[in-house]
């Protein structure tokens, strides 16, 4: 109701705006420092190239359904970084993501020790434990991997479309796992 959603907006305390604005830049840097320390230090870009594709990605989230901001995001800093690409970048992303997703399953248990939660939080929480546990063991995995499954072979040599499909694949992951740089220092995966 457009009314409503105007007379909420004029019933907005401004003293609250300039607290809430500085936590919103604040955060903003904070959270694009980070990402910008994820990628490999041989392929890092500029603070001010991850800091404008984190704001596009934030305003095409807003606007755009499904989180397709988060691809763009990937999709510009991967456009300055082609020994990483987008898939590299999408790999950092995804790993922000799981990160992000296990501090708040922290959070969830340190609240569930002190206070009773709505039954439908927990089931949430449950859920969370499974999958994102289980994402970080893929991740893991595919960083491990680093594309040498896909192995270049002798009869490889043909440039039918099977081997370029290959090749690209290959390409892909080798870019991906790239990006999935911190996971190989469980120090820095830890401060993260």
Known sequence: DLKEAVAA???????????????????TVLRSVRWRLMFPDDSRP??????DAYLIGKVANNVMPGKLGELLRASVIG???????????LA????E????????????????LLAPLPPWIVS?????????????????????VDGRIFHPSP??????????LKKLLRTTIMKFSAGLYILRNTRRFAIF
């Not at 950092?92 to 790993?95: A, E, K």
């Not at 859920?127 to 960083?143: A, S």
Request: hydrophobic residues 65%; glycine residues 4%; without cysteine.
């Open 46 to 51: 500029s603070f001010r190239h991850t800091l």
């Open 79 to 89: 456009k300055f970084l082609p020994a990483i690409g987008v898939s590299g970048s």
């Open 155 to 164: 009869a490889d040599a043909s440039a039918n479309i099977l081997t370029k």
């Open 97 to 112: 993501k799981v990160i992000d997703a296990l501090a708040i399953l922290l959070l969830l248990g340190l609240a569930l």
């Open 124 to 144: 949430a929480g449950l859920m969370m434990i499974i999958t994102f546990p289980l994402l970080l063991i893929v991740l893991l995995f595919v960083q491990r």
């Open 9 to 27: 907006i004029y019933a907005v305390n401004p003293m609250w705006l300039l607290p809430l604005t500085l936590f919103f830049i604040f955060n």
């Open 92 to 95: 950092t992303i995804v790993l």
